[in-house]
């Protein structure tokens, strides 16, 4: 059974900053969805091994996604209040389906999430 666990949520005013952490070992690629209260989850970032990002366009150019050998990251900055969610990191895409953020459904696993809640 594969488990992922996430860490670094918080509360935070708006324009503040985060910072997510996964342990997600060797897995090609790897990403952040995120579910808003009383909405559908939502793909945020993906990455592969080489470092290619991805990311949707509600958090590009605020969000910075990356890795090392065995952790995930997600950096959030400029936080604005409608990025409050639980955030949950991924892992594992079939094989020939893109590394991008709006695959997010076909993530093989994925962890427990953790709460970002951003005030104004």
């Known amino acids: 059974q594969v488990q992922l666990v996430e860490s670094g949520g918080g509360s935070v005013m708006s324009g503040g900053s985060l910072r997510l952490s996964c342990a997600v070992s060797?897995?090609?690629?790897v990403g952040w969805f995120r579910q808003p209260p009383g909405k559908e989850r939502e793909g945020v970032a993906a990455i592969d091994k080489s470092g290619a990002a991805d990311y949707a366009d509600s958090v590009r150019g605020r969000f910075t996604v990356s890795r090392d050998s065995a952790t995930l990251y997600l950096q959030l900055d400029n936080l604005k209040p409608e990025d409050t969610a639980m955030y949950y990191c991924a892992a594992s895409i079939p094989w020939g389906a893109a590394c991008i953020a709006k695959n997010y459904r076909k993530f093989g696993h994925w962890g427990q999430g953790t709460q970002v809640t951003v005030s104004s």
């Open positions: 060797a897995y090609a690629c």
